[in-house]
């Protein structure tokens, strides 16, 4: 019997994707997913209800177990936003991740190495001609306090690596590609195949515009114009559009609320919350998960971190954190024998 499911798995799979889980889209493919019949319902005219089973390899299923739950909701959701208004005789009961040795992938790449990438960090591949490498260089620098991460081939690659290998590795991981759009980019097969690899992928791509209007299929995005700017206003017009395109939004956040509530110092923590607290009109799921782990971070805890946290908190519902007050215990035996 063909797969009841059959005619929304692309459909599921671009979903996923665009939540930046393309790891987890790849395995999202027919020959993947198996329907078990669970029951069927005489209510409401008749309706079979299925479970569905996706395999994933062993590696993957061991590397994620932690979040298993989280992946197989993201799944779950797509199945139901995917079948919004179809026949209610078919329903989906509930969907189960599962490890196999025997796992096809989907045509969606997926990087074999993601060492050239900050961890947590947002990825941003810049694509560019040589001659505009201190161009890359300013953006890359000037995004890393927002906790962006970008790829510069020139800075990125070491002698000793397989240049072609690290630049398709980090095109399969990035989650956005900006195109810093100059005078003969176009006849360069090198940044044009790079930005159709990122189009292939569905990623967003951010055209800066330095002398070349976008053309083709990037033409459809909004560039970002350079003449008579400074360094920082093109960097943050590319942080702006990070922040507000809905196929980058979501994953930008959930990284950001990462960084933050795994700041390593009072200055990182600092850096990430001032810059949370700046974006526009941030979902409350994400001031809900800041919320949720804060008081997990001890550097959090502190009375300039809750100055930046507590409004926010405020503004969406939430009680306010108060700072732990440790009190140390004096011990009342004393030892004669020790040094005055």
Known sequence: MDNPFKEYIETVQELVALEEKSELASYISESNIEAVFVRHDNWNGGTDLYDIAISIPIKVFV???????????????????????????IRLNDVRIVPSKSVSISNIPIADDESMWKY???????????????????????????????????????????????????????????????????????????????????????????????????????????????????ANDVFKAICTNEITRSGYLEKLVNLIVGAKSK?????????????????????????????????????ECLKIANPIFEQNGF??????????????????????
């Open 63 to 89: 590397r994620i177990r932690s979040k298993i739950s989280d992946e197989e909701q993201t799944i779950r959701n797509a199945f139901y936003d995917a079948m919004h208004g179809a026949d209610d005789s």
């Open 120 to 234: 947590n960090y947002y990825r941003l591949f810049i694509s560019h001609l040589t001659k505009d490498k201190i161009r890359a260089s300013y953006i890359k620098n000037i995004l890393s306090p927002y906790g962006i991460d970008c790829f510069v081939a020139h800075e990125d690659i070491s002698p000793s690596k397989e240049w072609q290998t690290v630049i398709e590795n980090a095109l399969s991981s990035t989650d956005a590609l900006c195109a810093i759009l100059s005078p003969n980019f176009i006849k360069s097969q090198w940044c044009d195949q790079e930005v159709g690899f990122a189009l292939g992928r569905r990623k967003l791509v951010i055209p800066i515009s330095c002398g070349v209007i976008p053309y083709g299929f990037i033409g459809k995005w909004q560039a970002i114009k350079s003449d008579g700017k400074s360094r920082n206003q093109v």
């Open 267 to 303: 200055d990182e923590a600092l850096q990430f919350l001032n810059v949370f607290k700046d974006i526009n009109e941030v979902e409350k799921r994400y001031v809900d998960i800041l919320y949720s782990h804060y008081a997990d971070n001890h550097i959090l805890m502190e009375n």
């Open 319 to 340: 009680e306010t954190i108060k700072k732990r007050v440790v009190v140390e215990e004096v011990s009342t035996t004393q030892n004669t024998d020790l040094p005055f």
